[in-house]
C-alpha cells in the first residue's frame, strides 16, 4: 500500500512534508533549491525523548543553521534550528534505533519529493552587476580591510592607557 504524502507550505522557503502516521517534517530551501531538513524533526520521528539533545550530540556534518517557521495553537514564529542536507539526515538515521518503517519513509519519499520540489523551485544565484554594494560585500567576506587590525589594536592600547589612568585618580 501507497503511502500517501501531504505536503504544506509554512514560509516562502519552507514546506512541512507529513504522512498518515502523523510523521512531520519541515524542509527549508536554500536559494538554489536545495533541500536542508530539521534536525529537530527527524528527532521527534525517530522517538528521541530529548530530540534537541539527540541532534547536538550526534556527530553530523555538516550542519546548518536556519530559521524554521513553527505554528502553535494560539501563536506563529520562527526560531534557529539545526538542519541537515541528505548526507547529514542518513548519518543521522544510521546514528538511532532502527526503525525500518521510518527510514523507509525518509529515504523512500521524503528525501526524493523534497529533492524534486527543491529542483522545481530553485534557481542560480548570480549577484547584480556594476553593484558598488556588491564590492564592499565581496571585500567584507574576504576579510578585514588592510590596517584595520592595527587600528583596532591601539584604539584598545589607548582604551586600558586610559582605564590605568582613571585608576590611578581615584
Known amino acids: 500500500m501507497r503511502e500517501q504524502m501531504i505536503v504544506?507550505?509554512?514560509?516562502?522557503n519552507c514546506m512541512v512534508f507529513a504522512d498518515s502516521s502523523r510523521r512531520e517534517v519541515r524542509v527549508i530551501y536554500e536559494p538554489n533549491g536545495t533541500p536542508l531538513f530539521c534536525a529537530v524533526d527527524i528527532a521527534v520521528c525517530m522517538g528521541y525523548g530529548a530530540?534537541?539533545?539527540?541532534v547536538s550530540r550526534v556527530d553530523v556534518e555538516p550542519k546548518y543553521r536556519r530559521f524554521v517557521p513553527w505554528v502553535s495553537k494560539h501563536k506563529r514564529g520562527q526560531s534557529e534550528a539545526i538542519c541537515f542536507d541528505r548526507k547529514g539526515v542518513e548519518q543521522f538515521l544510521r546514528h538511532g534505533v532502527p526503525n525500518e518503517e521510518l527510514e523507509s519513509w525518509v529515504l523512500d519519499v521524503l528525501i526524493p519529493n523534497a529533492e524534486r520540489i527543491g529542483k522545481?523551485?530553485?534557481?542560480?544565484y548570480e549577484p547584480p552587476k556594476d553593484d558598488p554594494l556588491m564590492e564592499e560585500w565581496e571585500a567584507a567576506r574576504e576579510g578585514p580591510p588592510p590596517g584595520i587590525l592595527e587600528r583596532l589594536d591601539s584604539i584598545i592600547l589607548e582604551a586600558v592607557?586610559?582605564?590605568?589612568?582613571?585608576?590611578?585618580?581615584?
Open 161 to 170: 592607557m586610559l582605564k590605568q589612568e582613571i585608576m590611578k585618580t581615584t
Open 51 to 54: 530530540p534537541t539533545k539527540a
Open 120 to 124: 522545481e523551485q530553485g534557481y542560480e
Open 8 to 12: 504544506k507550505s509554512a514560509s516562502q
